[in-house]
């Protein structure tokens, strides 16, 4: 289960947490400009926008789970099991939806980041482009084969969800900023309407009449905001705080408060057993300024807010640039 997030002060903001029982080996990855990016079935490119991002690094192909790029677009992966379906990679796709003669660009799933992030300034940019592609079942290699993701992409003015499905590719208006798991996304905003009458101030009595009822707590507009780790109750959950969630526009205000929008949801070792004795935790948390092109991450261990600004290399260069990910929390003692 994962989770994902936009929020706007003065500047834009995009993350996800990336929870599992185990770590891929991730890193921080930057893809410079002139890094040559082999595309499976679409050939060489070799000059694009800079991307910055958590990935797994297999030879030197980022392989990334959430990042953004040097314009201000994001991008993250989230796990969508069972409903996940790609085009076979040998498909002919030159006659899909009728317009025969206009072939589609394939596209493998484990290069979908790369490819959009590459391209796309924008999500008006990245909806034009996902009219013309087919996600395709193509393996990185055999050790990594498919995942079975759906995609959140946003920049400061929109939000998207891409879902590959049995029956096609499907691209939602996300109006509420948010991603989880299962199921299909239009059932998850569906599920927002239970909730319409929660509210941040303290209800009204409505129960009935001649019913003496107190508000004896504070925060009781909240009362059944679902709590558990299932990803429709992460979904309503991380909606309702990120959609009511004040903080300062200054940059450490904001980066303060989207980690605790995504800390609703935070998972903790021991309660989510998914085999005898594993359990799923929330492995990392991401926050991207989208404007400044700056990755901050927590991990379970430690929660000290870590930096890479991908200013402050060489954009031009033409390798990878990592940056292990620093898993180890230290105290800070005051006596
Ligand atoms: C495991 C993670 C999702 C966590 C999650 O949601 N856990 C809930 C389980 S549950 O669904 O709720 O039961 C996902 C999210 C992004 C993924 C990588 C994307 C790039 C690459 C794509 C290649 O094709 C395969 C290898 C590859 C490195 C992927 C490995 C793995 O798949 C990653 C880390």
Known sequence: MCTAAVYKTKDFYFGRTLDYEFSYGDEIAVTPRNYVFNFRHSGKLENHYAIIGMAHVAGDYPLYYDAINEKGLGMAGLNFVGNAAYAAADENSS???GT???AKTKVAQFEFIPWILSLCATVADAKEKLNRILLV???FSSQLPVAQLHWIIADKNEC?????MADGMHVYDNPVGVLTNNPPFPYQMAALNNYRGL???QPE???APGVELSAYSRGMGGLGLPGDLSSQSRFVRVAFTKQNSKSDDSENASVSQFFHILGSVDQQRGLCEVTEGKYEITLYTSCCNCDKGIYYYTTYDNSQITAVDMNRENLDEKLLIRYPVITEGKICWQN
């Open 95 to 97: 006659c899909e939806n």
């Open 100 to 102: 025969c003669g206009i």
């Open 137 to 139: 079942d193509t393996p």
């Open 160 to 164: 998207i969800v891409v879902e590959s």
């Open 199 to 201: 509210s941040t101030k």
């Open 205 to 207: 009595n409505t129960f």
